[in-house]
């Protein structure tokens, strides 16, 4: 049926064609020499019969070369037809068949469909649509050369609509047409030729100095504007060639703001290469810059990564993060909020980003701006609070699951101001005379204790009363979950009111953990750390495992600097863990910014193999023997010491060395395949540290370690496991098990060998026990397993999240805390 009715339509198209009235044919001249054919007019070569037998009126074009032949250009049965269309014919097909030579119906049939289609254009109008540039000479066809049609458009703008730049050639230099018209939308040829992703049309018209490249047309938009709408990166690298002005507003704004608009990333950058001062530029309307403008996470880095201010302000008051919270755009929020978005910025009407995010109900943005400090107890001019938004304008399913998700984070549902004129938040309580509590009756004798010892024995020697104890941070690794690490650190430090780097005395960290450990030394902001290794993901894992080594080695040189050193700063002391991958078994080394301890040890393993000498902090130059780690290897004495494995973005970079993520470094592989939590060593370096001082009769340098601060990247779920059974297959059913077996058993492995939580915790918490040492142990868990290269926001957001709700959750410990590092235990 399907190959009848496909013949069905073939025969009835070849019909319509060939009945067509409108059809040009050859026809014999002598079929209308008599037989009651009748001349009715005659213009130039153009002649029309009455064929009284068949009751239709008949067009002729004939041809002195082909006395016996003409035209038939068509055949009507309409007289009234035959009078209206002879006219045009005759007028506007004058230049065509005195131009053209020895016209074929082939030939002549598009330039009367032309004519029929637009019946209220010129012959210049129709010889620049069919490409029939000889006939733009014709003097008839020069008289209309800047001649509109209806819609105003002369034939110089149809030629660059239809990107002929043949014609716009012609046109422009043997016709003379002006550049200057506009039609009835106000749009000047260059407003067409800017519509074409063309530079050659446009580069013709600014050669002419033509006079549009800067008009506004009827929507209030230059050629520019159109072509950054449009996305025509080449027209517009041409108009910006050829005198095009970025600072021309437009009806809603600047080109850029149309760029920005229709997500056109080149078309932006090409703005922007041409005029940097475009970046911070305001609407006409709202008074936004192109970061308000944004849709797409890509267009907001575009900014950026070039300087644009994250938390300006428009007219209506609005930062763009308010603008994209409002549109419920999670990603670009998301890029805005990891390049330094304010989240509790007041917008109109007093409106954090966060009060918006309720009105909305998106719980995702919800998450990530509380996540990223955004306050929840904050109030907007009519004092409503993010949480009294959400219980009111809250409904259906949602409903309860934020309101519920609030509160695990501690967000209070607040009852409504006393006021609706009431701008203010209620005034606080006064305070009352405060009692005395546990904490404080601690306080006061951990005081007194200390001043009542005077001098105490640590670890077989004296202590001078009033001295401190030493605390120690530990680091877990994880890849992206060092997130979890920074979010632990950020309520550690505002709980204590100071920075990281001053509550500890020893920093200890692998892989990501020595990244942050490495950080801290430095003085990094926690919250610029946060936003950095969001932006970090998007740079590093790119492509797929193992990623690329370049991309992380450049991150980790423009944070730490090409040239800084392990010693370049000495406090707090730190120390980064890596796997020496030369030998077999792999040994245990580690990167400082301080002497390492200098009593001989015992080699944990016997071999004839030889290795190379390892690096040490320089000034450490007068020792036989050097201890590195858990390795004692010959030098030289007196050695200078210029080895660039002891540059800070190397000893990162050897930490994080992730095997089947990451090629080695040199020699190095993560220090996560040894000591992923780095407690028990760092204990260990410490206590070796402590032992050396001694032996060198430095005794009262000596200090005790007080408190040890472990921190996770938060432990995944447990999940049911089939099979770890691996054996020699009997059967096609038995080899599936088999590899399923060792899939989970290898799986298995790899999670024993760098598992952080579990009986390395168990170890660290007793060894702290036996030598009376506050252990704290800080380590959410997780909904889902989070893979070390995880690049989803939405992922990350909701990790953090569930971090979020662990430390509410922790609030009294993380407290207890920040009060035992503030008071030296």
Known sequence: MQFLRGVMETVSAVSNLFSNPYRVREVPLSEYSGGGKVKLKEEGRMVLYKNTPCQSWDCLLTCPDTPTVAL???????????????????LKLRPFYETLPLPKPEAVQPIVDC?????????????????????????????????????????????????????????????????????????????????????TIIQALCSRMCAGVNELNGAGETPLHVSCRLGRVEAVNALLGGGARCDIIGSSGYPIHAAMKYSEKSCAEAVLDADPGQLQVEDAIYGGTPLHWCKTAEMCRTLLERGCLVNYLSK????????????????????????????????????????????????????ALIVFGADVEIHNDLGETPGLIAARTSKGSNRKVLLDMLCSVGVQRCAPPTSPLNSHPPPKKAASSPGIGFEDIMHVAAAVGAMSRGREEVDGFKQEAGSTIDRLLCLDGGGIKGLVLIQLLISLEKEAGRPIKELFDWVSG?????ILALAIVHGKDMEYLRCLYFRMKEQVFKGSRPYESAPLEDFLKKEFGENTMMTDVRHPRVMVTSVLADRHPGELHLFRNYDPPSLPRERPYAGTATFLPLTIPQGWEDEDVLIVGYTQEPAK??????????????????????????????????????????????????????????????????????????????????????????????????????????????KMLVDCCTDSDGCAVDRARSWCEMTDTVYHRLSPQLSQEVMLDEVSDAVLVDMLWETQMYLYEQRENVQLLAQQLLNGY
């Not at 692998?510 to 020595?514: C, E, L």
Request: hydrophobic share 35%.
């Open 637 to 746: 004495k007196h050695r200078k010491v210029t080895d660039q494995e002891q540059v800070v973005w190397r000893a990162a970079r050897s930490s994080g060395a992730a095997p089947t993520y990451f090629r080695p470094m040199g020699r190095f592989l993560d220090g996560g395949l040894l000591a992923n939590n780095p407690t028990l060593d760092a204990m260990t370096e410490i206590h070796q540290y402590n032992k050396s001082l001694k032996a060198e009769g430095r005794g009262l340098e000596v200090q005790r370690l007080g408190v040890v601060v472990s921190l996770g990247t938060g432990k995944p779920p447990q999940v049911v496991v089939n099979s770890v059974d691996v054996f020699r297959p009997s059967n096609p059913l038995e080899l599936a098990k088999s590899f399923v077996g060792a899939k989970e058993l290898g």
């Open 316 to 367: 209506t008051g609005e930062s763009a993060l308010h603008v994209l919270t409002k549109r419920g755009r999670f990603d670009a929020s998301m890029v805005l909020l990891t390049h330094g978005g304010e989240p509790n910025l007041k917008g109109q009407d007093g409106n954090t980003a966060l009060h918006l995010a309720m009105k909305m109900d998106h719980m995702e943005l919800i998450k």
């Open 72 to 90: 038939r250009l068509f055949q009507v049965n309409s007289e009234e037809d035959a009078m209206n269309w002879f006219p045009q014919y005759a």
């Open 115 to 199: 004519l029929r289609s637009h019946a209220d254009w010129s012959s210049a109008h129709i010889a620049v649509d069919t490409g029939l540039r000889e006939c733009l000479k014709h003097n008839h066809v020069q008289s209309q050369i800047n001649a509109r049609d209806g819609a105003g458009q002369t034939p110089l703008h149809l030629a660059c609509e239809r990107g002929e730049v043949a014609c716009v050639r012609e046109l422009l230099e043997e016709c003379q047409a002006r550049t200057d018209i506009k039609d009835k939308n106000g749009e000047t040829p260059m407003h067409c030729a800017a519509k074409q992703d063309s530079a």
């Open 510 to 514: 692998t892989s990501t953990g020595g």
